[in-house]
Nanobody, 123 residues
């Protein structure tokens, strides 16, 4: 069973930065698509950034220009660099891996999930 483990969450003031990491127990080169999602209590989980094995990325408009997704297959890791954080970014953040291509925003199409890491942004 593949395990994904997120780290790097925490509390930060608005305008600050955080870098999330997601370590995989198997080769990330085997996942056609990996992604970051987030969820606020009472709301649906939403995708925020995708990356495929060609390095092609997609972002939701509300994080575009502030967040950067990257992947290092030599370390079996996925990253999310988050800059200019806003209080609305407060959420639980999850990494996910899809075993088929292409990438989609639909979280039901992702087979493996991490346990999540919490981010709190204060104003």
């Amino acid at each position: 069973q593949v395990q994904l483990t997120e780290s790097g969450g925490g509390s930060v003031q608005a305008g600050g930065s955080l870098r999330l990491s997601c370590a995989a127990s198997s080769a990330t080169s085997g996942f056609p698509c990996m992604a970051w999602f987030r969820q606020v209590p009472g709301k649906e989980r939403e995708g925020i950034a995708l990356i495929d094995q060609t390095g092609s990325t997609e972002y939701r408009v509300f994080v575009r220009g502030r967040f950067t997704i990257s992947q290092d297959n030599s370390k079996n890791s996925l990253y999310l660099q988050m800059n200019d954080l806003k209080p609305d970014d407060t959420a639980m953040y999850y990494c996910a891996a899809r075993v088929n291509s292409p990438c989609y925003w639909n979280d039901r199409l992702y087979k493996y999930w991490g346990q999540g890491t919490r981010i709190t942004v204060s104003s």
